[in-house]
């Protein structure tokens, strides 16, 4: 993932506006996210693209299952990324995941 993710990149925690900073942190998120249970489906929708320059919005819709500690989970939302053109790349700098309300 380090190719995609830019050193200093940023990941807004869902609900908590608590943020993950850099590259090696958010990277162990990921890794302990996916080490503490098993994902069921992924499903992504609604994906848009936004492009000034060298910087570019994602934004999708997205239904997520998975399983963690032997109990199920859902969620939906909108998953948004931002990203820079650097170094002949496309590198994300900043992803919020914002959950649709309960």
Not at 6 to 14: A, C, G, L, Q, Y
């Amino acid at each position: 993932m380090e190719a995609d993710l830019h050193r200093s990149i940023v990941v807004m925690e869902p609900g908590s506006g608590k943020r993950t900073e850099g590259q090696d942190a958010v990277i162990e998120a990921y890794r302990d996210f996916v080490a503490g249970g098993s994902i069921r489906e992924y499903v992504e929708s609604e994906l848009s693209i936004d492009l000034w320059g060298d910087t570019a919005v994602a934004t999708c819709r997205f239904a997520l299952e998975w399983d963690a500690d032997g109990e199920p989970h859902r969620d939906t939302g909108q998953d948004v990324f931002v990203f820079t053109h650097e170094s002949g790349a496309w590198v994300a700098v900043w992803r919020a995941v914002i959950p649709d309300a309960e």
